[in-house]
């Protein structure tokens, strides 16, 4: 598909929304009973779950460290998650990447110095790839570390933007990512606004740069409400079985 294809005059997308519009989000928490923390998340037709297991002893106390725990994170994609049956191994470049950018994400804003000698586990699986994969994967991990009680200095959420046609463009999905658009994904703390992700795949005129960053940004502050609403349903709803 060719680019000018991506965007109509009359400023619609292939899937229908405007530049800067949102898919439709559904998330939920505790999904697995025998993690400490789950959720799972769907946006658009991207469908991402994450477990979280910890703060736990490590198996072998000498890869600890004494001052802090230690984060692992696991992502892995389901063959079955896009047209192309494709399997991917743990040790698949671009797994082992985003695996590399959710840790970094997630170690300065979890407060790992009150667990030491310990690790925390995220595990993600994405079960249906349309664009959007890593930011699916931030959400869906903040969800499952409140859901575990691990205590950090806020949410992380994450969305992406970028260019078509030098119109910004919010959250892309599969086919505008396929046809090579310019695409930034965009980690903040809602409460601060501070970034703590900054992930571009592709080249992107510098001129263009602050108007997708921030289109990206009230992204970000678009799905922290929706996140929001989530956890406080779902603490709404424990609370209710704990008076029962």
Known sequence: MSRIELLTPEGLRVD????????????????????????????GNTKCLAAVYGPR??????QGLADRAIINVEFNVAPFSTSERKKRSKNDKRSLEIAAFIRQTFEPIIFTSQFPKTQISIYLQIFQNDGGVLQSCINAATMALIDAGIPMLDYVCACSAG??????VLDLNNIEESADTPELTVAILP??????????????????????T????????????????????????????LKA
């Open 16 to 43: 229908g929304r405007r530049a800067n519009e949102l898919r439709k989000i559904t998330a939920k928490t505790s999904v697995f009973s025998q993690a400490d923390g789950s959720a799972y998340i769907e946006q």
């Open 57 to 62: 002893e490590l198996r072998f106390r000498q």
């Open 163 to 168: 260019s078509i046609d030098k119109e910004p």
């Open 191 to 212: 409460r601060t606004g501070k970034v703590t992700l900054l992930e571009m795949e592709s080249r992107l005129h510098v001129e263009k740069l602050a108007n997708v």
């Open 214 to 241: 921030e289109l990206a940004t009230e992204g970000c502050m678009k799905i922290h409400s929706i996140l929001d609403g989530v956890i406080r349903q779902n603490t709404e709803y424990l609370m209710s079985k």
